[in-house]
């Protein structure tokens, strides 16, 4: 068990007092003592941070936690949605464009968007002239469907989101490729390939934002003869313009140019660097340290400098900064299934307990971290309002001590009771909450015991509810962004009872409720996005009146941009990472 000392509170508080400070100073653009050659604060916030085509040299990446897989059928992580445009391709994908505009859908694989009939249930597509393979064999539409079909194998590569599962195969008929009869393993009904160069995809019910799901990395093909099954992750043959040459989990990383790969048969990748590398280090001030040094040019988590690293950024090198607005909601998930959880006052007292500003603080501060959410719908999807039933705002984040005493009386548990909380060991501003919590919860007798895990191992620890359950987890300190700027590319994975999985999970909280499951039903049948926004508004009213998951923060964070890094600028469609396919270097 974690213990805080009353210290560390005043340290964070005066560090960001400092970091605020800095931040505005920057914000006004002064500083005739910035010591930087970069491109000025904010310049790849706003726009894009020295502009260049230039090919050649290494892009340098450092991270503090691993990937959760290169596989893309299996990734999660956002950043590795990210990366893996370097090595995998999609039929359709988002503008290489900063800002908002890159929430565009275009075309990648295929000549065009989707040829849409039979009432928004049929998409089909044609696959472009001269797209490879690494060894320079072609891509065909069969790639495509194999690719797509992998995700239903979740007893091989678990992992992953699953929309296009519930989308083209609801009902679960298929077994995957591994378990498929067929000779050539494409007894996907739901998909045809009349050719090599034409792919069909057959849906159950109409839905708006199946584009957006082909967009994934789960949309990428995979060649058959190339498919190792869980050991894919360890080396994924590549359809994009680099190739893997090493990797060591938790250690480094390696890409080189893929030579097959044509820039004519690709309009979205600029594929400036020669090569690109990742190294780990799990010491986030240790990273923040040799990102100032110069060893490195991108912190690939995207995840924010700590504390110290904020002031030390913005104090000597304004220039090389960016403070980026993301997608992201930083939150706490209660697992309704573990004790004393599965009753709503017991949460309830949770959520009055807390002391919002303080949880805000560990991430940075108002200015520097973000803005105290009041609900889990980020202000960038449709539906997103200003609904607060538990008053956080008003009492402007501070604790609510008589309500939370009430509502422990409701449950049953008038001098409190005890929980454990988990949070990932690799992402120390996780931990720095959990630790801010724990104070405020025990001031109302709420004993709160932190468990740190690696943040590589939370598919099977997090992401499987027979392992909460086991370890009496009811809590975990965890952060969101939309897989699609829609309430379907934000909500669906978190409170779906459908989407429920023994392995993979991302309904933590176990939520399965007949009336929200029935608004994302309804929301996907909406052709009209404003009116799908309303029925994704009153599906996360309900999800804040059942107090399953307490947001505090919508967040922001301070990014480094090396003075080496060309083409940087934040991507709407990337949750406001920079856009990782168009870097390169000086």
């Not at 000549?111 to 597509?125: L, Q, R």
């Not at 956080?392 to 509502?407: N, S």
């Not at 919860?441 to 932190?450: A, R, T």
């Amino acid at each position: 068990m974690k213990h805080l000392r009353s210290s560390r509170s005043r340290r964070i508080v005066g560090a960001t007092a400092v970091v605020c400070a800095l931040l505005a100073t920057a914000a006004c653009g002064g500083g005739s003592d910035d010591k930087s050659s970069g491109a000025g604060f904010n310049a790849g916030a706003k726009g894009v941070a020295n502009k260049s085509t230039k090919k050649g040299g290494t892009l340098k990446f450092i991270n503090k936690q691993n990937f959760d897989s290169l596989d893309p059928q299996r990734q999660y992580y956002g950043f590795a949605w990210d990366f893996a445009r370097f090595y995998s391709r999609q039929l359709i994908t988002y503008s290489p464009k900063p800002g908002e505009a890159s929430n565009e859908l275009v075309p990648d694989l295929a000549t065009s968007t989707g040829k849409i009939t039979d009432g928004g249930k049929t998409y089909t597509y044609t696959l472009r002239d001269g797209i490879t393979w690494e060894d320079g064999s072609p891509i065909t539409s069969k790639d495509v469907k194999y690719g797509i079909e992998r995700i239903w194998a979740k007893d091989v590569i678990s992992g992953g989101p699953d929309y296009l599962r519930q989308a083209l195969d609801p009902k679960g008929e298929y077994p995957g490729p591994y378990k498929d009869k067929s000779k050539d393993k494409l007894g996907l009904k739901a998909i045809e390939t009349p050719d090599d160069k034409t792919i069909s995809f057959h849906l159950d019910q109409p839905n708006g934002d199946f584009e957006q799901m082909l967009a994934m990395p789960t949309g990428s093909p995979v060649k058959r003869e190339k498919d190792t099954g869980a050991q894919y992750t360890n080396r994924p043959f590549s359809s994009g313009p680099y190739k893997l040459t090493s990797y060591t989990p938790g250690k480094s990383l390696a890409l080189v140019r893929n030579d097959k790969w044509k820039k004519s048969s690709d309009p979205i990748r600029a594929a400036l660097p020669d090569q690109v590398t990742v190294t780990f280090n799990s010491n986030l001030e240790a990273i923040d340290k040799l990102l100032v040094k110069g060893d490195y040019d991108v912190f690939l988590s995207a995840t924010g400098m700590g504390q110290s690293g904020r002031a030390a950024a913005l104090k000597e090198h304004r220039g090389n900064v960016d403070n980026m607005v993301t997608n992201f909601v930083r939150y706490v998930d209660l697992v309704t299934k573990v004790k004393p959880f599965d009753n709503i006052h017991c949460r309830k007292a949770v959520f009055y307990a807390t002391d919002y500003t303080q949880l805000q603080t560990t991430r940075g501060g108002p200015q520097a971290g973000g803005d105290i959410a009041p609900n889990m719908l980020p202000k960038s999807v449709k539906g997103s309002d200003d609904y607060d039933p538990y008053g956080v705002m008003k009492r402007k984040g501070k604790p609510d001590t008589a309500k939370a005493k009430d509502e422990l009386k409701q449950c049953g548990k008038p001098n409190g009771f005890s929980a454990k909380i988990v949070s990932r060991n690799d992402q120390p501003n996780e931990t720095a909450a959990a630790e801010a919590l724990q104070e405020s919860l025990g001031k109302v007798g709420i004993k709160l015991d932190i468990n740190e895990i690696e943040g590589g191992s939370s598919a099977s620890i997090t992401g499987s509810p027979s392992v909460m359950h086991k370890r009496g987890y009811g809590m975990s300190m965890t952060g969101w962004g939309p897989d699609f700027p829609t309430g379907q590319g934000f909500s669906r994975p978190l409170y779906d009872g459908r989407f429920i999985q023994q392995t993979g999970n991302y309904n933590v909280t176990e939520i399965n409720d007949k009336a929200i499951n029935k608004d994302f039903d309804d929301a996907l049948k909406e052709t009209d996005p404003a009116k799908a926004g309303q029925i994704y508004a009153d599906m996360n009213h309900k999800v804040a009146d059942l107090a399953v998951s307490m947001p505090f923060l919508y967040e922001k964070n301070i990014t480094w941009r090396s003075s080496r890094l060309t083409n940087a600028y934040s991507s709407s469609a990337y949750n406001g990472r920079y856009d990782y396919a168009s870097l390169g270097v000086k």
